[in-house]
């Protein structure tokens, strides 16, 4: 626990406004938080502690710099829908520093914790980073049972580290990085089975042209980097997340229509993804996530290079990411590779099943619309174990990857065209049906999702082990059976 002798403020009343303002000794013990305060919304501005006796249904807002809130593993139970759990927060033009959130015990609120800065989302260009957060420390909590995100990082707030955590059963992703936030550092931490409800299973509508359409999904990630730079995720555990485990991608800027929208202006760049357990997920480490989906539901601001009848497809921006270090156990598709500058190094991957693809490169509309292949990944020094012995695939096509010292089954393999895996009708969507004639909700679909399955084992070729690679495969349309890749062709796309 990290206890700084600070100016306390406890807001709770009326009759504690004297309080504002005024001096503690330095070294003072933290303020206590009372069962008599515990229905009510509190503002802490400086060391606090709860009562771990209470369960504490309001929640509580932490906006000044030098503040702990130790809640010595306490409840915060949202009674009623509610917001935020946790909401640490400061004015935009206000610099909010050395705060931290230590033993606390978040459910059933929208978002259990939450660090923003207000109206930042909404900043001109070239002034995002005037002011800043800095060392805000979510340390020890759990966070479960949230109706969308767990622990929500708004846009251009930057050092945040969140670090022995317990997240799970969020209705949405785990931890969700916002656009323009920055070097934040998620270490440590356990993410499970978060991601159910948000565009899940259970059913929600949006409008196309004007009619009401019900649709099912796939369900969220346990970490989402979107539009998020220069962050380390390191050493966390990550299993049976509704999606997968960590995605990275820029939002196209999505409900341009919408009060609340505002633009993307950052890739998800230069983040290390590095010493993880990752097991028992559909996808593992997705970069670029977006890249090759059907966007038509999300109404981006971005501007559509495929827009055609039922189909609207962006660029996504995710590149020059490094995935080093990690263990993958189980994992349906361990890396899937969509932007460029990749770095996929020294990764250890389990195959339980034949069906299971540690690293597959390659995204499709880019390349067969626009003639832009995934550019600069390098493969390098990864082992995988178990049922597949040919584990490293392209496919439509990939341009300068570098690929040396990898194995599969104790042998040096290198890389070879795979098959495209298959895709959502919309991203994040498996099915959509019309509302019943009486516009109620239509029966739930089948609502199992495709996947690869196996593949025939490639050719083994020496020229294939250590080498820098371009190559384009006959088309997503017609994927052909697995190859080894020839040993420098060129890319005519």
């Known amino acids: 626990m990290v206890r700084r002798g600070v100016v306390v403020l406890l807001v709770v009343a009326a009759a504690a406004a004297a309080l504002i303002g005024a001096p503690r000794p330095a070294g003072a013990a933290p303020v206590v938080i009372g069962c008599d305060q515990a229905t009510t919304r509190v503002q802490v501005t400086g060391d606090a502690e709860l009562d771990p006796s209470c369960t504490y249904t309001a929640g509580f807002d932490i906006t000044a710099s030098n503040t702990t809130l130790d809640c010595k593993g306490a409840t915060i139970d949202a009674a009623v829908d509610q917001g935020v759990g946790i909401l640490i ?18 459910e059933g609120f929208l978002n259990n914790l939450r660090v923003r800065r207000d109206d930042a989302r909404f900043l001109p260009a070239g002034s995002e980073y005037l002011s800043n957060t800095a060392n805000i420390v979510l ?14 990082v708004d846009a251009y707030v930057s050092d945040v580290t969140i670090t022995g955590n317990d997240v799970h059963d969020t209705g949405s992703s785990g931890i969700y990085l916002e656009a323009g936030s920055r070097r934040n550092t998620i270490e440590g931490n356990s993410l499970t089975h978060n991601g159910f409800t948000e565009n899940g299973p259970e059913g929600s509508t949006f409008d196309v042209g004007g009619s009401t359409v019900w649709y099912w999904g796939t369900g969220r990630e346990g970490l ?30 999505e409900f341009v229509s919408k009060p609340n ?138 341009e300068g990857t570098t690929v040396a010292g990898n194995t599969a089954a104790g042998r040096s393999v290198g890389i070879c065209e795979g098959e495209p895996p298959p895709r959502q009708l919309f991203v994040m969507v ?45 088309g997503a349309a017609s994927p052909v059976p697995a190859t080894a890749v020839p040993g420098t062709p060129t890319y005519t796309g």
Not at 244 to 253: D, K, Q, S, V
Not at 351 to 364: F, L
Not at 457 to 468: D, F, G, K, Y
């Open 89 to 106: 927060s400061t004015p935009n033009d206000v610099d909010l520093s050395n705060v931290t959130v230590t033993n606390c015990h978040v």
């Open 139 to 152: 340390a020890g909590n759990e966070f479960s049972g949230s109706r969308g995100v767990g622990v929500y």
């Open 224 to 253: 989402s980097i979107d539009g998020s730079t220069d962050n380390v995720v390191r050493g966390n555990t990550f299993a049976r997340n509704s999606f997968g485990a960590i995605f990275l991608y820029e939002n196209c800027g």
């Open 261 to 398: 929208w505002f633009e993307r202006r950052v890739p998800a760049a230069r983040n290390l993804i590095e010493d993880n357990d990752i097991s028992q997920e559909l996808n593992g480490v997705w970069v670029g996530s977006r890249m090759g989906e059907n966007l038509l539901p999300m109404d981006c601001s971005d501007e559509p290079y495929v827009d055609e009848p039922g189909k609207v497809v962006t660029l996504d921006h995710a590149p020059d990411n490094t995935i080093r270090g990690n263990r993958f156990d189980a994992v349906t598709y361990g890396v899937r590779v969509e932007d460029d500058g990749t770095t996929v190094e020294a990764n250890r991957f389990q195959t339980t099943a034949a069906d299971q693809h540690p690293v597959i490169i390659g995204t499709p509309y880019r390349t067969e619309v626009l003639h832009q292949p995934v550019t600069g990944t390098v493969l390098r020094d990864n082992v995988t174990t178990g049922a597949n012995d040919s584990p490293y695939r392209w496919v439509h096509g990939q």
């Open 430 to 474: 498996i099915a959509v049906a019309a509302p019943n004639p009486d516009g109620s909700k239509p029966a739930t679909p089948d609502l199992t999702i495709d996947t690869l399955g196996a593949l025939p084992s490639c050719p083994v070729s020496s020229s294939s082990t250590t080498t820098t690679t371009s190559t384009v495969s006959g």
